[in-house]
Nanobody, 126 residues
Framework: QLQLVESGGGLVQPGGSLSLSCAAS????????IAWFRQVPGKEREGVSC????????YYADSVKGRFTISRDNAVNTVYLQMNSLKPEDTAVYYC???????????????????WGQGTQVTVSS
C-alpha cells in the first residue's frame, strides 16, 4: 500500500521555525516529484513548494520564498520542509503529495499529484 505520512506540525509563535517531514511507505520516493501544499478552511489547496526526483529542480510559492526550504533524503525515503520566520498567515494544514512527473509550470496544481498524505496542522500564533 502506497502511503505518505507527514509529521512535525504544531503550534509556534510568529517568527519561529518548524520542520515538517514527509515519509513514504510502500514505494520509494526517489522516482517522484514531491510537493508540499497547505489548506485553510474555505480556501483552495495552495502549492507551497516542490522538489524534483533528483532534487535538481525546486519551486516555491512567492509567499514563502526566502523563508521555507524544501529538501529530500532519498536514502531514508523522506522529504522535508524547513519553515523559518513563520507568520500567522502560514497557519494551515500542510500536506505532502507525490507525482511521477511534473512540468515546471504545473508544479502547484494539486490535480497533478496522485498520492497524498493525511496532513499535519501548523498554527502560528502568539
Amino acid at each position: 500500500q502506497l502511503q505518505l505520512v507527514e509529521s512535525g506540525g504544531g503550534l509556534v509563535q510568529p517568527g519561529g521555525s518548524l520542520s515538517l517531514s514527509c515519509a513514504a511507505s510502500g514505494f520509494t520516493l526517489d522516482n517522484y516529484y514531491i510537493a508540499w501544499f497547505r489548506q485553510v478552511p474555505g480556501k483552495e489547496r495552495e502549492g507551497v513548494s516542490c522538489i524534483s526526483s533528483s532534487g535538481g529542480f525546486i519551486y516555491y510559492a512567492d509567499s514563502v520564498k526566502g523563508r521555507f526550504t524544501i529538501s529530500r533524503d532519498n536514502a531514508v525515503n523522506t522529504v522535508y520542509l524547513q519553515m523559518n520566520s513563520l507568520k500567522p498567515e502560514d497557519t494551515a494544514v500542510y500536506y505532502c503529495a507525490a507525482s511521477s512527473y511534473i512540468t515546471s509550470w504545473a508544479w502547484a496544481a494539486s490535480n497533478r499529484y496522485g498520492y497524498w498524505g493525511q496532513g499535519t496542522q501548523v498554527t502560528v500564533s502568539s
